[in-house]
């Protein structure tokens, strides 16, 4: 079979299925705001083009053609297509607009989200952001509700369900005040801090759960420690460790600008560190809006320059 060497014109395509759905030149033509002997000319040239005959005329009705229901169903996959790439390609320029919503868990959402947000909003000024801050349970429930699109983690999920994409690396560690006697070791063993007073973060964090992970590995059940608190925010860990209440378990990043002013000290297991990865999820068979779509490859984007950089924590 010879193949038609024939570029179809998308403004032909338009006219073309406006005359098959209204089954009428005429209305066509009004609804175009064409002439009717413009409609009737670009049909004709398209079906000269083409070698086939599209439409059956009668004084009543319009009809297509077998030839024409073919072309017909091809059409409208490209003139969708066409809006689709018009659409996302505005972005580019500017006229990306919407509201973006979406869930993240406490350690992303406070030192990761901000400044990549701040980034974000600057190349679309006309994107509204909100971003609600949870525990990793709760933003992977929030998902799955449908109450957000996206969520951003600290825990993989086993979730059938979802998408599921790796973003940045993460560790967690063990904090004390200066003035502890542990401030200068660097290294302690999970025994020792089984004897420490312990502050954790509450059940569902992901910060936890990797601490927990972490101890199984090595015969140990947090359930073992001796918990002096559990608290619902990592400020709030920071805080009740800096005034003398226990040993801390912490991300990293929550800890780099206390480092810096020496009002807190990052204390590591002789055992090995306890790493672990934060994960953006979103429904695996829904299809995000503009606003979230830009924002997912956003945020992946800049995952993976965090990673070229050999960013290991």
């Not at 083009?49 to 030839?67: H, I, M, N, S």
Request: aromatic content about 8%; hydrophobic content about 40%; charged content about 25%.
């Amino acid at each position: 079979m010879e193949r038609l060497k024939v570029r179809l014109d998308l403004w032909q395509l338009e006219i073309f299925c406006t005359v098959a759905e209204q089954r009428s030149f005429s209305r066509a033509a009004e609804m175009l705001f064409l002439a009717q002997p413009t409609v009737t000319s670009h049909i004709a040239s398209l079906e000269k083009r083409l070698g086939v005959k599209l439409f059956d005329r009668t004084t009543r009705r319009v009809t297509l053609t077998p030839a024409g229901k073919l072309l017909y169903r091809h059409a409208k996959t490209l003139l969708r297509e066409h809006e689709e790439a018009l659409q996302e390609l505005s972005q580019f320029v500017g006229g990306l607009t919407g509201t973006l919503t979406f869930g993240a868990s406490t350690i992303p959402g406070q030192y990761i989200l901000p400044k990549l947000l701040a980034q974000f909003r600057l190349q679309f000024p006309s994107v509204m952001v909100t971003m609600h801050l949870g525990a990793s349970g709760q933003i992977l429930d929030g998902v799955l509700s449908g109450e957000w699109e996206l969520g951003i983690v600290g825990t993989r999920p086993r979730e059938p369900l979802l998408h599921i994409v790796p973003l940045w690396h993460d560790e967690v560690v063990l904090i004390a005040p200066p003035d502890h006697p542990w401030a200068q070791r660097g290294e302690v063993s999970v025994r020792e801090l089984m004897r420490q007073p312990l502050v954790v973060r509450e059940r569902g964090s992901g910060t936890r759960s990797a601490l927990e992970q972490f101890l199984a590995q090595h015969g140990i059940s947090l359930s073992q420690a001796n918990i002096a608190a559990e608290l619902g925010s990592t400020e709030s860990v920071k805080q009740f460790v800096a005034a003398g209440g226990g040993i801390g378990a912490v991300s990293i990043r929550a800890v780099e600008c206390e480092q810096d002013l020496q009002k807190l000290t990052v204390i590591r297991l002789r055992e090995g560190r306890i790493l672990r990865r934060f994960y953006g999820i979103a429904w695996r068979n829904r299809t995000l809006s503009p606003v979230a779509r830009t924002f997912w490859n956003f945020v992946m984007e800049n995952a993976k320059g965090d990673e070229a950089k050999g960013e290991s924590r």
